[in-house]
């Protein structure tokens, strides 16, 4: 655990370069979901989880937001496959 990285609430309530900060310093990557509207990076830290919401269009950030909700998962099962697993 790393000690000077925030709890979930502490850090939904910083500013965005604060959990930019913390998100590139701190955060493991999982994986990445896509719509035709944002690209959503789903990063771990500290016993929670991070979203990042690139806008593809715009091309800039639009949110960083953390839960500790593990139901947040559900939206990136579709993109995980384990066929290549299976099949070596």
């Known amino acids: 655990m790393i000690t000077d990285a925030p709890s979930a609430e502490n850090f939904n309530v910083l500013n965005f370069d604060e959990k930019a900060w913390h998100v590139w310093h701190h955060a493991n990557f999982l994986m990445v979901r896509q ?4 690209r959503v990076n789903l990063y771990y830290m500290n016993g929670y989880y991070i979203q990042l919401w690139y806008h593809v269009k715009r091309n800039r950030i639009a949110k960083i937001a953390a839960t500790t909700s593990s139901r947040i998962v559900d939206a990136y099962l579709p993109n995980i496959s384990i066929d290549e697993l299976i099949l070596n």
């Open 35 to 38: 719509n035709s509207y944002y």
